[in-house]
């Protein structure tokens, strides 16, 4: 027999942030056994000894206690470190772009925290993630969160079967709008926080400087890969993304049209830039996609070629794809129009109407021929 609401213990992750805090909420009013933990991941004590860690600590013992919930803090600084910020930090090196978001989910949120909710006689972890569960017939499915403009599947596609049994997200089904009006007439103390932004552990800090504490850069040239001419130097590749437009300083030359990051040559440090977002050489027509997480399991990725939709970035609406498995295990993935500025060792993520289907990392993107 399956347990009643009040048997059943959930774990919530909370961020002191609003989402997790009506998740929190939500499942307290439904009568289950909630519990509030707060992950300390990140040391990010600034140089006059400020920590936003610890306020939003804070906000969750607020949180927690308006609504009577008992919470924790725990601290997965060197869980994080070791098993996200050094892919980070490593794949910057190589000159990659990568998305920490996504090993988070996989190694902390849904790993070390959910291990430690498990320990501490808990049913399921649940979070403020824009996301859906389902369960049909013996699989869990990830339905994208019905809130189109926060749907947080592309950052959870690295989730198993396992993960997904264990995990809720109770505000999947809701427009954020509607969470906040939940926040509001609740009183809730974060009911007006705003949303968090950016890569944790950067937070609203620059970016560069934030990089510059931990790899050496080395500056070099830029040049157009048109005409071969030098425009002028670059800070150091790992600065720099394929089709990024601001911050070369090298605006106003040649046909006046925005200059792009067509493509980083790590060998001989050489940042290759074009006029104009419409050259082939931001343009590819397929990439290979390595590390794939097939969420129903990896016996059910398609043997033969696959007509779905994929995300190569967060914000991007969904593009029609052909996936075609090859012998190694990635999956050359096809796509129906040339995509601009993709990007390896960002996620290219799948979906099949609703349901997000899984995901891998971005190599080996072939050009559009110019
Ligand atoms: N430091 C943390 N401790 C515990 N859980 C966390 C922490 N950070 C994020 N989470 C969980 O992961 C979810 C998604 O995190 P994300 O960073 O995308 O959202 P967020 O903007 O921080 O959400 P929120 O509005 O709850 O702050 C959060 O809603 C929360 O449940």
């Given at each position: 027999?399956?347990?009643?609401?009040?048997?059943t213990?959930i774990?919530v992750?909370?961020?002191?942030?609003?989402?997790s805090?009506?998740?929190?909420?939500?499942l307290k009013?439904?009568?289950?056994?909630?519990?509030?933990?707060?992950m300390?991941?990140?040391?990010?004590?600034?140089?006059?000894?400020?920590c936003?860690?610890?306020?939003?600590?804070?906000d969750?013992?607020?949180?927690?206690?308006?609504?009577?919930?008992?919470y924790?803090?725990?601290?997965?600084?060197?869980?994080?470190?070791?098993?996200?910020?050094?892919?980070?930090?490593?794949e910057?090196?190589?000159?990659?772009t990568?998305?920490?978001?996504?090993?988070?989910?996989?190694?902390?949120?849904?790993?070390?925290?959910?291990?430690?909710?498990?320990?501490?006689?808990?049913?399921?972890?649940?979070?403020?993630?824009y996301?859906r569960v389902?369960?049909?017939?013996?699989?869990?499915?990830?339905?994208r969160g019905?809130?189109?403009?926060?749907d947080?599947?592309?950052?959870?596609?690295?989730?198993?079967?396992?993960?997904l049994?264990k995990?809720?997200?109770?505000?999947?089904?809701?427009?954020k709008?509607?969470?906040?009006?939940?926040?509001?007439?609740?009183?809730?103390?974060?009911?007006?926080?705003?949303d968090?932004?950016?890569?944790?552990?950067?937070?609203?800090?620059?970016f560069k400087e934030?990089?510059?504490?931990y790899?050496p850069?080395?500056?070099?040239?830029?040049?157009?890969?048109?005409?071969g001419?030098v425009k002028?130097?670059?800070?150091g590749?790992?600065y720099?993304?394929?089709?990024?437009?601001?911050?070369?300083g090298?605006g106003g030359?040649?046909?006046?049209?925005?200059w792009?990051?067509?493509?980083?040559?790590?060998?001989n440090?050489?940042?290759?830039?074009?006029q104009?977002?419409k050259?082939?050489?931001?343009?590819s027509t397929?990439?290979?996609?390595?590390g794939?997480?097939?969420?129903?399991?990896?016996d059910?990725?398609?043997?033969?070629?696959?007509k779905c939709?994929?995300?190569?970035?967060?914000r991007?609406?969904?593009q029609?794809?052909?996936?075609?498995p090859?012998?190694d295990?990635?999956?050359?993935?096809?796509f129906?129009?040339?995509q601009?500025?993709?990007?390896?060792?960002?996620?290219?993520?799948?979906?099949?109407?609703?349901?997000c289907l899984?995901?891998g990392?971005?190599e080996?993107?072939?050009?559009?021929q110019a």
């Amino acid at each position: 027999m399956s347990k009643s609401n009040s048997e059943t213990r959930i774990v919530v992750g909370m961020s002191g942030g609003v989402d997790s805090s009506v998740t929190a909420l939500l499942l307290k009013q439904q009568g289950y056994d909630v519990i509030g933990i707060f992950m300390k991941n990140w040391d990010d004590t600034d140089e006059f000894g400020v920590c936003t860690a610890e306020q939003d600590a804070e906000d969750v013992r607020r949180v927690c206690e308006q609504i009577d919930i008992p919470y924790y803090t725990v601290n997965f600084e060197k869980e994080y470190y070791d098993k996200v910020f050094a892919y980070f930090l490593e794949e910057y090196k190589r000159g990659r772009t990568p998305n920490p978001d996504v090993i988070c989910n996989r190694e902390i949120k849904f790993g070390e925290f959910l291990n430690k909710a498990l320990d501490l006689g808990a049913d399921y972890v649940a979070t403020g993630h824009y996301a859906r569960v389902v369960e049909d017939g013996s699989l869990f499915k990830l339905l994208r969160g019905i809130d189109n403009n926060k749907d947080q599947t592309y950052f959870l596609n690295a989730l198993n079967q396992e993960q997904l049994s264990k995990a809720m997200f109770p505000i999947g089904h809701l427009p954020k709008p509607e969470v906040r009006r939940i926040a509001d007439e609740a009183g809730l103390y974060t009911a007006k926080k705003k949303d968090s932004t950016g890569v944790c552990f950067i937070g609203e800090r620059n970016f560069k400087e934030f990089l510059s504490n931990y790899l050496p850069a080395q500056s070099g040239k830029m040049i157009d890969i048109v005409s071969g001419e030098v425009k002028g130097q670059h800070d150091g590749l790992m600065y720099y993304t394929l089709g990024q437009r601001q911050g070369l300083g090298i605006g106003g030359s040649g046909s006046g049209e925005p200059w792009f990051v067509a493509e980083k040559d790590l060998e001989n440090n050489i940042l290759y830039v074009v006029q104009g977002d419409k050259h082939p050489s931001l343009y590819s027509t397929s990439l290979i996609a390595s590390g794939i997480n097939w969420i129903s399991g990896a016996d059910k990725i398609p043997g033969k070629p696959f007509k779905c939709t994929a995300k190569f970035r967060y914000r991007q609406p969904d593009q029609g794809v052909t996936l075609i498995p090859q012998k190694d295990g990635t999956l050359l993935v096809q796509f129906d129009v040339p995509q601009k500025a993709i990007t390896p060792g960002q996620a290219v993520v799948f979906f099949n109407g609703e349901e997000c289907l899984g995901g891998g990392t971005i190599e080996a993107p072939e050009k559009v021929q110019a």
